[in-house]
């Protein structure tokens, strides 16, 4: 039985290296840069403004975070 990979997007802030400004991506949008389903059941959205969406959260679930060089391949098992 092949185990599903579960994912915690986490929507929050990062300083863009082109202007140097801080921009905001939300949870939903990490999810289309990294190719994931937003409603998979595999797939949980949070935001780090809000520490209630984080409740449930298990060392099992892989967390995907914004990344400061937007280097967003869609990411694997062994990640």
Same mark, same amino acid.
């Given at each position: 039985?092949?185990k ?8 929050? %802030? ?5 202007d ?6 939300? #949870?939903?949008? +990490?999810?289309?840069? %990294?190719?994931?389903?937003?409603? #998979?059941?595999?797939v949980?959205? #949070?935001?780090i ?5 984080? +409740?449930? %959260? ?18 694997t098992?062994?990640e």
């Amino acid at each position: 039985m092949i185990k599903q990979v579960k994912f915690l997007v986490i929507g929050g %802030y990062v300083v863009s290296p082109n202007d140097g400004e801080v921009h905001f991506i939300s #949870a939903r949008k +990490l999810c289309e840069l %990294y190719g994931l389903d937003p409603r #998979a059941p595999n797939v949980r959205l #949070a935001d780090i403004r809000r520490p209630e969406t984080l +409740l449930g %959260y298990d060392d099992t679930w892989q967390v995907l975070m914004p990344r400061d060089f937007g280097d967003y391949l869609k990411p694997t098992c062994d990640e």
